[in-house]
């Protein structure tokens, strides 16, 4: 008998966590964060106390209270005891914080498997930002005290078939707004399934969710489990591909007198392409925070990713914010980086990605008027109060400096209609919504759809 518990993802929008059993052995596919139930107790400075690990977590229902998953340090201080584990691995589709952010409450001695491509960018991000995600050393405090013990990371690549118990799970590659995303074909003792991660069709790689769709096919599932992002009653946003947003580019940067700005998510390496190709073909200089300048180096050997080297390549320029101290991956790469001096003095000449939360450098960079900030992340929500108000702040610097807001974005998100296609190609004979607000819609499209409700039991035998 084959079963699927939803922890996470079911009517909402990320934090996929999927429990899939045969007879003994038991998996976790995805580990995320669930956005939509933390928003609903924490709002800017009222955060959950990590100093005691997951007790905030279990008292709101934010985490699953489920014994023999998480680690020592994030019980020690809970009512839960520490024990043995009782899963046999997490996967993680790819390195999006809606799907590994609870990596660093797992069990440490639980295996955790995910791309190669996933690893370097989550371990990248834990090197440069305040996250931590897993260790691949045994951690200790200045006390000699043994923090976090390692875990055991392994990777894998398309097409692998990977045995754990009565499971066999192989990953396929599919296109998204991360690379090293993947979807998995999923076989128990008596039942098959699919699971598509998160997923779309009209990015830069759609060869890679055709690959995965087709396998997906021939695999002939019992049930497809499948995000519906985008899938809504009816459709308002605009549906972009990334072809459209580099020719738009484009001609924005032809065009501009000023400075152009480039707004996009920090892991969405095709949308870092776009604007590269943009910047060569308008003869900008395309400027890169340091950030970004580490993880394109961190992924300089994979093969699947020709990227550039920011150091260099001639169309690149690695910016470095002035700052008071320097965290050490970041003072390594100072002497090759540029400064706000060298932006105000070129501004004509770039194409400048800025983070929201760096809108600050403005104000020694000191923009002319009629340069244009290229917003290429997803509209603001209507039903989400802080995206409309982050929103109406970037007008605001972007009116103080003179600088024209355009939206522009390819979505990371299969549209209704790809969705609808996929599940028409790999027929499953029943569909679980997952990663949705809109689970019943699915309920037209096929006439086997299982609504998951979280911590219930869904037998596919
Ligand atoms: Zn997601
Ligand atoms: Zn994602």
């Known amino acids: 008998m084959v079963s699927l518990t939803f922890y996470g993802g079911a009517n909402e929008i990320g934090g996929n966590k999927i429990v899939v059993e045969s007879g003994k052995s038991r998996i976790f596919l995805d580990f995320g964060q ?69 990596l660093q409450y797992l069990h440490e001695e639980i295996p955790i498997y995910m791309g190669e491509t996933a690893k370097t960018i989550l371990k990248a991000t834990q090197e440069t930002s305040k996250t931590f995600f897993f260790a691949e050393e045994d951690v200790y405090d200045k006390k000699g005290n043994l923090v976090a013990p390692k875990n055991d990371v392994r990777t894998f690549r398309t097409g692998k078939k990977i045995s754990v118990g009565e499971l066999e799970i192989t990953p396929i590659h599919v296109d998204h707004s991360v690379p090293g995303a993947y979807g998995f074909l999923v076989e128990g003792k008596d039942a098959r399934l699919v699971y598509t991660g998160d997923i779309r069709a009209h990015g830069n790689r759609a060869d890679l969710t055709d690959d995965f769709v087709s396998k997906a096919a021939s695999f002939e599932p019992d049930a497809l489990v499948i995000e519906g992002t985008r899938v809504a009653g009816s459709e308002a946003r605009k549906n972009h591909t990334e072809r459209f947003v580099k020719e738009e580019s484009g001609r924005i940067a032809k065009k501009a007198k000023g400075a152009v700005l480039a707004m ?162 790999i027929k499953p004979k029943r569909l679980i919504p997952i990663h949705t607000q809109k689970a019943e819609e699915f309920g037209k499209m096929h006439p086997r759809a299982i609504m998951p409700e979280k911590g219930k039991k869904i037998e596919l035998r």
């Open 264 to 425: 996009r998510y920090p892991k969405d390496l095709d949308r870092f392409r776009t604007f590269y190709e943009v910047a060569k073909e308008s003869g900008r200089k395309l400027v890169v925070s340091a950030k970004t300048a580490y993880l394109l180096r961190a992924l300089r050997g994979d093969e699947g990713l020709p990227l550039p080297d920011p150091f260099s390549d001639g169309n690149i320029a690695v910016y470095s914010r002035e700052m008071l101290r320097y965290e050490s991956w970041e003072e390594e790469m100072r002497s090759r980086c540029i400064g706000v001096e060298w932006v105000a003095e070129n501004q004509g000449e770039v194409i400048w990605e800025l983070d929201f939360a760096q809108l600050t450098e403005l104000i020694d960079a000191k923009p002319e008027r009629g340069g244009v900030c290229i917003h290429s992340m997803s509209e603001p929500f209507e039903e989400d109060p802080l995206s409309q108000l982050q929103d109406d702040v970037l007008r605001n610097w972007l009116g103080r400096f003179g600088m024209e807001h355009c939206q522009l974005h390819a979505s990371g998100h299969a549209s209704r209609q790809d969705i609808e296609g996929m599940i028409k190609t």
């Open 34 to 102: 669930s956005f939509s139930l933390l928003d609903d107790y924490f709002v800017d400075w009222l955060k959950p106390r990590e100093r005691f690990g997951l007790r905030d977590y279990f008292a709101l229902g934010l985490v699953p209270r489920l014994r023999g998953l998480y680690c020592r340090s994030c019980l020690a201080t809970t009512d839960l005891e520490f024990c043995e584990p009782e899963y046999d691995a997490v996967f993680i589709s790819h390195a999006h914080y809606d799907h590994a952010a609870h």
